[in-house]
């Protein structure tokens, strides 16, 4: 961790990583962020979720913080100003679930959630949403993929005859894929 970031007023409110690490943790309502060196997620985190604490960072404080501090920067002497516009939780709901939508439907990776340049689109188009971690974003993908499960599975207990099959293939990087394909018509809607 770097001495500036340790240095910051939001690691009142988290729970620094261990070396190494690469999660901190919300002292208020326990969700993880990503933390690579730098705290403007963890920051906007608190602005967005718990604005009662981030409001508390005024400029007198920030005055306090640079007298404290040997170095003088640019962020001591600016006062973010919070967002005009809030996410409703509903949206903010809708917004994480096209997201997983996104990451499924496409093959994204897990990983996309910690872009920065995602980060500024949605901070752009939806600047009070903030973008869930990316733990959180791969336990819905968990509980969407345990749905999709019950849900074909109910769907074969009414087939009355099922037709499997299997393709397999070796990627270039000598990666063995196979595919299992079922068709079946569900006996209830099904007529000759």
Same mark, same amino acid.
């Given at each position: 961790?770097?001495? =500036?970031? &340790? ?10 990583? #261990? ?10 309502? @326990? @969700?993880?962020? &990503?933390?690579?060196? *730098?705290? %403007?997620? #963890? !920051? ?10 981030? $409001? %508390? ?12 501090? $040997?170095? =003088? ?6 006062? $973010?100003?919070? %967002?005009? =516009? ?25 990983? !996309?959630?910690?872009?920065? *340049?995602?980060?500024? !689109?949605?901070?752009?188009? +939806?600047?009070?949403?903030? !973008?869930?971690? =990316? ?17 074909? @599975? ?5 087939? $009355? ?16 894929? &196979?595919?299992?394909? &079922? ?7 099904? +007529?000759?």
């Amino acid at each position: 961790m770097s001495s =500036r970031s &340790a240095r910051s007023s939001v690691w009142d409110h988290f729970k620094k990583p #261990l070396p190494g690490g690469k999660t901190a943790t919300c002292n208020m309502c @326990k @969700k993880e962020f &990503a933390y690579h060196g *730098g705290t %403007s997620n #963890l !920051l906007s985190h608190l602005k967005s979720a718990h604005p009662s604490v981030a $409001s %508390s960072d005024t400029p007198a404080s920030c005055a306090a913080a640079a007298a404290k501090d $040997s170095k =003088r920067t640019l962020s001591n002497f600016v006062v $973010s100003r919070p %967002s005009s =516009r809030s996410c409703s939780v509903a949206k903010a709901e809708a917004i994480t679930q096209l997201l997983v939508g996104w990451v499924t439907g496409d093959m994204r990776p897990l990983s !996309l959630v910690t872009d920065a *340049g995602l980060r500024r !689109l949605l901070e752009f188009m +939806e600047p009070g949403y903030t !973008l869930p971690s =990316r733990t959180h974003i791969s336990n819905i993908v968990r509980k969407r993929h345990a749905e999709g499960v019950a849900e074909v @599975k109910q769907m074969l207990q009414k087939a $009355s005859s099922v037709a499997i099959t299997t393709d397999g293939w070796t990627s270039k990087g000598i990666v063995s894929y &196979a595919t299992y394909t &079922a068709h079946f018509f569900p006996a209830d809607t099904w +007529e000759l």
